[in-house]
């Protein structure tokens, strides 16, 4: 696996891949990788040629007192995962090379009508910031498919609206949320989580499937089934941002008509933000 660290570097190298009629894929990461990331990459590779994976820790997408100091950053161990896993091309930009002028007066990517919401609201910028970045790679790397986690569904949602608004010619792969033993999403963010808070994390995806199988069962009062999740994980310690059943497409609040369900939740267990959701397909079930 070959590493580079230069825009102009990386676009020569797959130029000649390019011309050769090769299939190039991307997975945007900011590193600190898990054995959730090397699935994404496992998944991609069967979709293309030539897989670059990228690492940035990007500034935008981190509001005031949230963790962009702190996030590990782990490039030789990440390289070590990446090469063993069949990575060809490693991208890992500095600050500096991605915004060359600065981060003041910066262009930015705005998806109105998806990033407001849900996550945005508690994270403001936070979308902004990710479509942007993710629009510079999309234009560095010019991938035929790119892949995004599940376990991100509102990220994974701007990005698809934002690539087929700006007509970049590649295809979005969603890649199934990768959990441990007990269902607790895989995330670089869980390393923060103290022992105690460790124990009860996995919570977070028992709700969701306590309200899945709820609304499985007939119940469609869907804001009554938020309103008594978030009292459930509450009496378990967390502290929620939201829990909301919305349309899996437009992520507006599901109502009665709706047949693509998605529940998303957000909650904190001591500084630790994590995020889950689960998709309900009433149209299949029945």
Same mark, same amino acid.
């Given at each position: 696996m070959d590493t580079y660290h230069e825009r102009a570097a990386l676009r020569s190298r797959l130029q000649g891949a390019r011309a050769q009629g090769l299939r190039i894929g991307l997975l945007p990461t900011m590193g600190n990788l898990h054995t959730g990331h090397i699935a994404l990459l496992e998944d991609l590779r069967q979709a293309c040629d030539i897989s670059v994976c990228?690492?940035?820790v990007n500034p935008t997408q981190f509001g005031a007192g949230e963790d962009f100091d702190r996030y590990p950053r782990t490039l030789p161990q990440d390289q070590e995962q990446l090469a063993a896993a069949?990575?060809?091309?490693l991208f890992a930009p500095s600050v500096a090379e991605m915004y060359p002028h600065g981060l003041t007066a910066l262009t930015t990517v705005t998806v109105q009508g998806l990033q407001e919401g849900l996550c945005g609201a508690h994270r403001p910028g936070h979308f902004q910031g990710v479509a942007s970045v993710v629009c510079?790679? $999309?234009?560095?790397v010019q991938p035929d498919v790119a892949i995004f986690g599940e376990k991100d569904y509102q990220q994974l949602a701007v990005l698809r609206r934002m690539s087929q =608004?700006? =007509? $970049?010619?590649l295809r979005i792969l969603a890649g199934a949320t990768r959990r441990a033993e007990d269902g607790l999403a895989l995330s670089s963010r869980n390393q923060y989580l103290r022992p105690d808070e460790r124990q009860r994390a996995p919570m977070l995806y028992r709700t969701l499937q306590q309200m899945r199988d709820a609304i499985l069962s007939g119940i469609d009062d869907y804001r009554m089934l938020?309103?008594?999740a978030t009292g459930l994980l509450e009496k378990s310690g967390f502290r929620t941002d939201y829990f909301s059943i919305v349309d899996a497409d437009s992520l507006e609040p599901a109502g009665t008509q709706?047949?693509?369900?998605?529940?998303?939740?957000?909650?904190?267990?001591?500084e630790t933000r994590l995020i889950d959701n689960i998709s309900v397909n009433l149209a299949a079930a029945r």
């Open positions: 990228s690492i940035f069949g990575c060809d091309l510079k790679l $999309f234009n560095i =608004d700006l =007509d $970049f010619p938020e309103s008594s709706t047949q693509h369900l998605t529940l998303l939740v957000a909650a904190r267990l001591g």
